[in-house]
C-alpha cells in the first residue's frame, strides 16, 4: 500500500496562513475519518497537532486547523510563526494490509 | 500524562533479531481504551507504521513487516516490547513507541537508533 501523498515543502511568512494537502484513495483518507497530522522538529519525536480529521489535542494551538474532501485531507495553520518551522505528516486507518499509512512529509519552512 | 521511553541495543548485526522494550509510564498499560505501538523513521524519510498490541495481547502488524515482527506486552513491568527477525540494512532506523487512543498516535517515546551493520 503506498505512502499518502503530500507536498515536498511549503512556505509562509510569519502571520500568513498555509495548508498542506494530504492524497489518499478510497480504502484510506476516502473511507474513513481517522485522518491525523504531526508536527516533527529536527532531532525530535512527531507531536499529535490533529485527531480524527478536525480536533485538537489539549494545549495544541488553535492557530491548527483540519479538514478532509473526498479522498485528500488538509492541514491549516493561520497566524505563521517561527516555531512552526518543522515537518509536518498526516496519518491514516486503511483498510486491507497495513492498517495505518503516513504521508511522505512536508517541510514548512516560514520565510 | 503518560511518558514512553524505548530501551534496547543500538547496533544489531544483519541476520540478527533486534529488539527494543518501550516501558510506560505515569499511566497503566493495561487502560483499555488504550493500544501500543512501534513506528519507525529511515534517516532522512518519512515514517512506517510497524505494528501494535492491546494490553490482552492482540496485536496488528504492517504486513509489509509481518512475517518477521513480534509485539508483545509485560502488564506486570508496564512494558511492551518489538522484535525484528533477520534484519538488513534496510532496518536501520529511528524507532519510535507511541501509546494510540482517538485513533491517532497521542504521545511518543524520544526514538531508538538502530544501526544494522556488522
Known amino acids: 500500500q503506498s505512502a499518502l501523498t503530500q507536498p515536498a515543502s511549503v512556505s509562509g511568512s510569519p502571520g500568513q496562513s498555509i495548508t498542506i494537502s494530504c492524497t489518499g484513495t478510497?480504502?484510506?483518507?476516502?473511507?474513513?475519518?481517522?485522518v491525523s497530522w504531526y508536527q516533527q522538529h529536527p532531532g525530535k519525536a512527531p507531536q499529535v497537532m490533529i485527531f480524527?480529521?478536525?480536533k485538537r489535542p489539549s494545549g495544541v494551538s488553535n492557530r491548527f486547523s483540519g479538514s478532509k474532501s473526498g479522498n485528500t485531507a488538509s492541514l491549516t495553520i493561520s497566524g505563521l510563526q517561527a516555531d512552526d518551522e518543522a515537518d509536518y505528516y498526516c496519518c491514516s486507518y486503511a483498510v486491507g494490509n497495513i492498517n495505518w499509512v503516513f504521508g511522505g512529509g512536508t517541510k514548512l519552512t516560514v520565510l | 500524562q503518560v511518558q514512553l521511553q524505548e530501551s534496547g541495543p543500538g547496533l544489531v548485526k544483519p541476520s540478527e533479531t533486534l529488539s527494543l522494550t518501550c516501558t510506560v509510564s505515569?499511566?497503566?498499560?493495561?487502560?483499555?481504551?488504550?493500544?501500543w505501538s512501534w513506528i519507525r523513521q529511515h534517516p532522512g524519510k518519512g515514517l512506517e507504521w510497524i505494528g501494535y498490541i492491546f494490553y490482552s495481547g492482540s496485536a496488528y502488524y504492517n504486513t509489509a513487516l509481518q512475517s518477521r515482527v513480534t509485539v508483545s506486552v509485560d502488564t506486570s513491568k508496564n512494558q511492551f516490547s518489538l522484535k525484528l527477525d533477520s534484519v538488513t540494512a534496510a532496518d536501520t532506523a529511528v524507532y519510535y513507541c507511541?501509546?494510540?487512543?482517538?485513533?491517532?498516535?497521542?504521545?511518543w517515546g524520544q526514538g531508538a537508533l538502530v544501526t544494522v551493520s556488522s
Open positions: 505515569g499511566g497503566s498499560i493495561s487502560r483499555s481504551s488504550y493500544y
Open positions: 480524527e480529521v478536525t
Open positions: 478510497s480504502s484510506d483518507v476516502g473511507s474513513y475519518d481517522l
Open positions: 507511541a501509546k494510540v487512543n482517538n485513533n491517532a498516535f497521542m504521545n
